[in-house]
């Protein structure tokens, strides 16, 4: 096993309220192994709690954003399985992964994914947790799990991309295991928009900029209330939980009173919560 590193995980705040997590392990392609994925589920906490963080992207250094199943054997085991049986290391190590898109779920932060090159099985599943993507031109996903002779379903797939880009188109790339551009991506709502790789992260942080313009409360509450009618079983239990997030944010803050002002005054309005 190699030695460990220190700087898999960098965490950057590059402009105001916005913080940066980037995977660097370029030479692997930023693939799943345990010495990245448990800093970056510990990031993933860390920035959570970063009351002066509004915004997060996350992305990845060299041609991989993340390779997916790590197939050397540098990566080296889960942490803390002294004493376990091999079936208790399994399921140790599942624990790990299948925790990282509900966490980018829990961070109250609206989550940019800026896509570079590569997102193969758990990668491409690892881009499904955020709120936003942006894809390099570069960029291509593959639910790999097909190719690997496993299921394509891991980490919430099978949940996250039929309702991004409905049950056919879903069934159709993990049952063929084919790769999808960047282009084909955005054509069937994968991705929001693509850019040229050299703007990637530039593009991620100016929209990050727009983001922050508004009110703090408002976007953390919108991401809540998206993601929890993604779970929804109803229209009228969708409407029920709008009404009361947004009654609660129109009558606990001035925020309704500062926009129309600053309308008035031909002004960004200044949200303060």
């Known amino acids: 096993m190699s030695d460990a590193r220190t700087d898999l995980i960098l965490i950057d705040k590059p402009r105001p309220h916005t ?23 510990e990031a993933f906490e860390t920035v959570a709690e970063d009351n002066d963080t ?11 954003f993340c390779s997916g199943a790590d197939t050397s054997s540098e990566g080296g085991p ?8 091999m079936t208790r290391i399994a399921t140790k190590a599942m624990s790990v992964l299948a925790d990282l898109v ?42 790999a ?10 980490l919430g797939l099978s949940f996250l991309l039929p309702k991004a880009i409905g049950s056919s188109r879903a069934m159709e790339i993990m049952l063929s295991g084919r790769d999808v551009d960047a282009h084909e991506a955005a054509d069937i709502g994968l991705v929001s928009r693509v850019v040229p790789d050299e703007d990637l992260l ?12 508004w009110s703090t409360q408002g976007t953390q509450l919108t991401k809540r209330t998206m993601w929890a009618g993604l779970e929804m079983g109803s229209l009228r239990a969708a409407i029920e939980m709008e009404t009361h ?29």
Request: hydrophobic share 40%; glycine share 12%; proline share 7%.
């Open 102 to 143: 509900p966490a980018m779920q829990r961070m109250p932060q609206p989550v940019i994914c800026a896509i570079n090159g590569a997102a193969i099985g758990g990668g491409m599943c690892l881009t499904l947790g955020a709120d936003i993507r942006l894809a390099g031109e570069g960029a291509y996903f593959r639910a």
């Open 78 to 85: 889960p942490p803390n399985i002294a004493g376990l049986t």
């Open 54 to 64: 509004h915004t997060v992207v996350l992305t990845g250094t060299g041609r991989g």
């Open 19 to 41: 913080t940066v997590i980037t995977m660097n392990r370029p030479e692997r392609m930023n693939s799943m192994a345990f010495e990245l994925m448990v800093p970056l589920h």
């Open 245 to 273: 997030t947004q009654l609660y944010v129109r009558l606990t803050t001035k925020n309704f009173e500062e926009a129309v002002r600053a309308r008035k005054e031909g002004r960004p309005p200044a949200f303060e919560d």
């Open 145 to 154: 799990g097909i190719n690997n002779g496993l299921t394509a379903t891991e």
């Open 202 to 213: 530039t593009e991620a942080l100016d929209l990050a900029d727009q983001i922050n313009g």
